[in-house]
């Protein structure tokens, strides 16, 4: 039972590159976040998905896009990589009701 | 305003000693879901204990329960003998089912750390 499977675990990206981050569950939820986790803080809220083609912005979209093509996954796209997005990203998942959201092993990201 | 709100970066406890990690909340919906979350040194994410609106009894998992007193808006963690084990960061989070997204909110968070 993979639950929510992230990749990479860590990357280096140069100031303007791009990359995608890599969500996928196998719970078979609707509902599907990113977060991003800068040091010492709490977790911050940058897209979420209430299911397959619906996607909406959360507290901190700003510099990073997200697609909802099928139930499964959810990858996070960051376009022109800045500094300020160095961070620890994680995905997570939940169902229905007085479930739990599931996280994902997250993804540290260091832009230089 | 402030959904969830750890008004405690940071806390010491003894081993074997119990700790009460403190969660105020800030919600108008009848129906939500509080959760506390431990965060290791390894940064992994593990839920910890759950506690619903209309849960009339404190949650209890193992040595953790949840002190839920709702006309205050808190739900307090309890870690009973606390374990070296148990030195992490701790969130409190709250989900509102009726708001778009079903979002979870999170605290700041707890660095509890354990004294031998």
């Known amino acids: 039972n993979a639950g929510v499977t992230q990749t990479p675990k860590f990357r280096i990206l140069k100031i303007g590159q791009s990359m995608t981050l890599q969500c996928a569950q196998d719970?078979?939820?609707?509902?599907m976040y990113w977060y991003r986790q800068d040091p010492g803080m709490g977790l911050k809220l940058i897209y979420y998905?209430?299911?397959?083609?619906?996607?909406d912005k959360g507290e901190v979209p700003n510099g990073y896009n997200v697609s909802r093509s099928t139930t499964e996954d959810f990858p996070l796209r960051l376009e022109l990589a800045a500094p300020s997005q160095t961070s620890v990203y994680f995905c997570?998942?939940?169902?229905?009701?007085?479930?739990?959201?599931?996280f994902g092993q997250g993804t540290r990201l260091t832009v230089v | 305003a402030q959904k969830i709100t750890q008004t405690q970066p940071g806390m010491f406890v003894q081993e074997k000693e119990a700790v009460t990690l403190d969660c105020t909340y800030d919600?108008?919906?009848?129906?939500?879901?509080l959760f506390w979350y431990k965060q290791p040194s390894s940064g992994e994410m593990i839920f910890l204990i759950y506690?619903?609106?209309?849960?009339?009894q404190n949650a209890t998992e193992g040595r953790y329960s949840l002190n839920f007193q709702k006309a205050r808006k808190s739900a307090n963690l309890v870690i009973s003998a606390s374990q070296l084990g148990d030195s992490a960061m701790y969130f409190c989070?709250?989900?509102?089912?009726?708001?778009?997204?079903?979002?979870?909110?999170f605290g700041t968070g707890t660095s509890l750390t354990v004294i031998p």
């Open positions: 997570a998942s939940t169902g229905q009701g007085k479930t739990e959201a599931f």
């Open positions: 719970m078979n939820h609707n509902y």
């Open positions: 998905s209430v299911g397959a083609g619906i996607t």
């Open positions: 919600t108008s919906d009848q129906s939500y879901g």
């Open positions: 506690q619903g609106s209309y849960d009339e």
């Open positions: 989070a709250m989900r509102e089912p009726l708001n778009t997204g079903n979002q979870f909110y």
